[in-house]
């Protein structure tokens, strides 16, 4: 067989490849199934790309050092220059690097901060490469600190270099996948996805893999539909018919009866054990060894555990390696010794062989080997703790895998791993569970590692099982506690979680800091049948709890930040206060988790409430505190979407739309929190225009919020939809209104009150009037001294419906623009030109004088304003005053992009004769009737013939805005198909 086989079907590929690294900073993604030549495709890319290349693998077998991958990758580095100062921080993860590294800093007491700062040390390390590749492959085994850096790192990524990752789609996280999602602006982007091979392809690589050109293209076909067209199952496949001796060359080609005889097995496994069934038998125990194994190890390992004598062994490995199936790797493993030789490990070619030796080895001869492996890799310095838990597992060494597993959970915890932590310590509670004092260590310890790792655990059963053993009080409780807080971040139903903390409660009397904290979730105003009184009455006695706890300034802070949230939300002045005490506290600058937390989530309550100026201040303290201390991002995504809801709040909306976007990405796998999102996002795209889409979507997400409590964020959300549905006239949403009633039965009146005047316009113009205005009198004594800073907007917006007084809507508009609230009071202004225009007639709720609610000014006699039905509003409205204000609201909808009020006030303005500013009209805004950037872009790769799936792959967006942009594209052409855009294109190309 040839040493080296050129790259066969790949060019295209290799081409987009080198056509991004080339231009850093790049991201490259090459995905396909095992087997399909992802590797083959990078080594040829290395081999080409005209600068340094620094690889790393991730391994199945993962060990409690997070980064691993990274740091086998800059092992050998050679820096250009003197290093950042905060690179220092990775002296103890790379000591071959020692000579070159400053002094390690001081260690900072929190694990993210630490955390954080080793991942700017390596992003500083990478930078000082100059132009270079870091290619890092099988990113599905990748660890979850690797997943989040190369998110942070994408995120502000070092000028010269290209990050090209590898992966099995079938297998890969979510977060590999959202990595190029979040990528910078600037980095240039290639997705490759690999497919499998076609007979003619099979064809050039067999001719390439027997050095002659006599394959017939029926062997071609015969093959490529066996292999499934796999490149790595087309050359075991080759190699194993030629240790048959079944491939006969006769002249220049191939008999055509060795060609009728072939039975090529019809699974790549049947042909792989078939090569190793023919293999010597010390070879055949060298490669079961290394199968048990699973990664590359030094020679010295994989002797030791194959049961041979040491030259009958390596005899065995010389044979093995000869086969094809084992092969040197040119990077050890964490466990190699210093000095070794970089071409001293030894491993399966492929991981397929692997799988499929693996699974041929009966059961009592794997545990033997599992065995002799712990034994071994254990004289590996560093000692790889994850290789051994894992070997002794499979061995069914019960008890000492629990111990080794303890031991790596405990290594990962220290590195700030705590998923890893989590599911190691699962594992053994799950299989082979301890007893006593020791068991309750190991419960506890999992519960945190949970609850503090990157993403929420799913294993809520095994919580149970451990609640159901004997267990110490104190320990109950803290598990309670756990379990609630589990619920809490995976979006469960509030009930549960507030059952958790009732219980936790009742076990902690020996743990007051727990006790607190667990206080803070009943004093949460989320769960139905709960009393407002009840909430404040453990709100308060986490207060007092807190105060008695001295010396942890940290909790004490957290505790104020909870309970000053959750009295926003009932308009209780002592917010106040509390603010300014956590504030002090923290010297205004949160610099530790929980004290981020506790700024965020008061930011974030103020933003619902009104305050809009603290909740700036305190979302921006929390921002800045949560970049430096979170390399994973997710809380820096959580206290984004506050500010986003903060920025639609006050109008800001530039920008916004892609903002959201990017975070509903982000936070895909957190439901709890992607919410907050997705409910902007919503509101955002109904404003804007797009009603039918945007208005199913916004329901969508009013009903998950619902289910995972929500509560805060549901308002503005519950206003879209009964606006919505009065300018369609229809009859006002009976879910909705109860919404409003039971956030008024929790005590939410200043939340809640922000969706009054929607609901009063829809009563109105339902013909309930009365009821609306009992429902405005209602809210305004409930709403009588509390701290509610919508409160005198939202009452007189409301108002201004009943009564059809445009000085109510104006007295509206000023109370909102004293706020900040830019959007509602343009509506309230174009409300209050309607009213002066239409007189007292337009009651239903829209704003737009016509008085039917559809806002079609119909001039079917009841929206005139004289009744003579011809809608001239020449009744006893005031054209000049109104006509100002119509100007006003007409400018700043157009300049938000509100088209759905804009089209609706600019048909007011026409329909009355008002003259007002000249409406944009037209495609994207800034282009007019040309195609932007992004447009354009996808009219190339759709006149190609690309699908809108394939389209959003290549420029990382969803089919969904692939399909809109395509629409603006065909609609700006003046094209009917797509098949005239390609006509198109190509007769302007």
């Known amino acids: 067989m040839k040493s080296h086989i050129g790259l066969v079907g790949r060019s295209a590929e290799l081409e987009r490849l080198l056509a991004a690294v080339v231009h850093p900073p790049a991201l490259a993604v090459v995905e396909g199934e095992a087997g399909i030549g992802k590797t083959r495709l990078v080594s040829e890319l290395a081999a080409r790309a005209g600068r340094p290349v620094f690889l790393g693998r991730c391994a199945h077998i993962r060990e409690p050092f997070p980064l691993g991958p990274l740091l086998d990758a800059v092992r050998g580095i050679g820096a250009n220059g003197p290093l950042s100062p905060v690179t220092g921080a990775l002296r103890p993860l790379l000591p071959e690097l020692a000579g070159q590294l400053p002094p390690a800093p001081e260690p900072l007491e929190e694990r993210a901060a630490e955390r954080h700062r080793i991942f700017r040390a390596l992003s500083e390390l990478l930078g000082s490469l100059g132009e270079a590749v870091l290619v890092l492959e099988d990113l599905h085994w990748a660890d979850e600190q690797t997943l989040a850096f190369l998110g942070y790192l994408m995120g502000e990524p070092p000028p010269g270099l290209s990050v090209v990752l590898t992966f099995r789609g079938e297998e890969v996280a ?61 050359q075991e496949m080759v190699a194993l018919l030629r240790e048959r001796g079944t491939l006969i060359r006769r002249g220049r080609g191939w008999a055509r009866k060795a060609i009728d005889e072939l039975n090529v097995p019809t699974a790549l496994r049947d042909s792989v054990l078939e090569r190793v069934g023919r293999l010597p038998a010390g070879a055949r125990a060298v490669v079961d060894a290394a199968a048990v194994l699973q990664v590359p190890v030094p020679v010295a390992v994989l002797v030791a555990i194959c049961g041979l004598e040491r030259p009958d062994a390596l005899a065995g490995l010389e044979e093995a390696l000869r086969s094809g199936l084992l092969s040197e790797h040119t990077a050890l493993p964490r466990g190699a010794p210093d000095g070794s030789a970089r071409t001293a490990g030894v491993g399966f070619r492929h991981m397929l062989a692997l799988q499929a030796v693996y699974e041929s080895i009966a059961l009592p001869r794997r545990q033997v080997l599992h065995g002799r492996a712990a034994e071994a890799v254990e004289r590996l310095r560093p000692v790889p703790i994850g290789q051994i838990a894992h070997h002794l597992r499979h061995a069914g060494m019960m008890e000492e895998w629990a111990r080794a597993a303890d031991r790596a959970a405990a290594e990962a915890g220290r590195h700030g791993d705590d998923s890893e932590a989590a599911r190691l310590l699962g594992d053994v509670l799950r299989e082979a569970p301890p007893e006593g004092e020791l068991l309750e260590d190991m419960a506890v310890r999992f519960g945190w590692a949970s609850v503090q790792g990157l993403h929420a655990q799913p294993g809520f059963g095994q919580m149970d099982d451990l609640l159901r053993r004997d267990l110490a009080p104190g320990v109950r409780g803290e598990l309670h506690f756990l379990y609630g807080l589990l619920l809490e971040r995976a979006g469960a139903a509030p009930e549960l979680r507030r059952e958790q903390f009732a219980t936790a ?29 009840e909430h404040v009455y453990w709100l308060d006695r986490a207060l007092e709890t807190a105060e008695r706890l001295g010396g942890s300034p940290s909790l004490q802070l957290s505790v104020l930040g909870k309970v000053a949230m959750v009295l926003t939300t009932i308009g209780d002045p002592r917010w106040t206060s509390l603010t300014e005490r956590m504030t002090r506290l923290a010297g205004g600058r949160p610099v530790s988790r929980q004290e981020v937390v506790a700024f965020w989530s008061v930011g974030d309550e ?9 909740s700036e201040r305190l979302l921006e303290a929390a921002l800045r505190g949560g970049l430096k201390i979170d390399s994973s991002r997710r809380l820096e995504y959580l206290i984004r979407s506050s500010l986003a809801v903060l920025r639609y709040f006050r109008g800001e909306w530039t920008g916004l739309a892609d903002e959201t976007a990017l975070l509903l990405d982000a936070l895909d796998e957190q439901p709890h929190q992607r919410v907050t999102a997705e409910l902007v996002a919503h509101c955002l795209a109904v404003a804007r225009g797009e009603i039918e889409e945007g208005a199913r979507r916004l329901r969508a997400a009013v009903g998950r919020a619902v289910e995972v409590g929500a509560v805060d964020a549901l308002p503005p959300a519950v206003e879209t939809l009964l606006r919505l549905g009065t300018v369609r006239g229809e009859p006002p949403d009976d879910e909705l209104i109860g919404m409003l009633a039971g956030w008024r039965a929790k005590g939410l009146q200043p939340l809640a009150v922000r969706a009054l005047p929607a609901l009063a316009g829809a009563l109105v113009a339902a013909g309930r009037a009365a009821e609306a205005g009992l429902l405005c009198a209602e809210l305004e004594r409930e709403l009588d001294g509390l701290d509610a800073p919508l409160a005198p907007a939202a009452l007189a917006h409301a108002q201004g419906f009943v009564t059809g007084d445009p000085e109510r809507f104006l007295a509206a508009a000023h109370a909102y623009d004293e706020l900040g609230g830019r959007y509602e009071a343009a509506q309230c202004r174009a409300l209050a030109a309607t009213a002066l225009l239409d007189g007292d007639r337009d009651r239903d709720g829209d704003g737009n004088g016509d008085g039917d609610g559809d806002g079609d000014g119909d001039g079917n006699g009841n929206g005139d304003g004289n009744g003579d039905g011809n809608g001239d509003g020449d009744g006893d409205g005031d054209p000049g005053r109104a006509g100002a204000l119509l100007g006003v609201a007409i400018a700043v909808f157009e300049e938000l992009g509100a088209r759905w009020d804009l089209d609706r006030a600019a048909s007011t303005a026409r329909r009355h004769g008002v003259a007002g500013p000249v409406r944009y009209r037209g495609g994207t805004r800034g282009y007019g009737d040309a195609l932007s950037p992004r447009e354009a872009e996808v009219a190339e790769l759709a006149a190609t013939g690309l699908s809108n799936r394939e389209i959003a792959k290549e420029l990382f967006l969803s089919p969904k805005t692939v399909d809109k942009h395509l629409s603006a594209v065909l609609r700006k052409l003046g094209l009917r198909s797509r098949a005239a855009l390609g006509q198109r294109m190509g007769g302007s190309g």
């Open 174 to 234: 979510l977060d590999a996948r959202t990595i190029a999602a979040r990528a910078a602006p600037s980095v240039s982007r290639a997705q490759v996805g690999l497919e499998p091979l076609d007979v003619a392809e099979t064809r050039e690589l067999m001719t390439a893999i027997l050095g002659s050109e006599g394959v017939s293209e029926e062997f071609a076909a015969h093959l490529c539909e066996r292999t499934s067209g796999l490149p790595f199952a087309i």
């Open 505 to 533: 409660v009742r076990h902690l009397d020996d743990r007051p800091e727990l006790a607190a904290w667990a206080m803070v979730g009943l004093g949460v105003p989320t769960s139905a049948g709960v009393s407002p009184a």
């Open 606 to 614: 103020t933003c619902y409430a009104g305050h809009y100026a603290v």
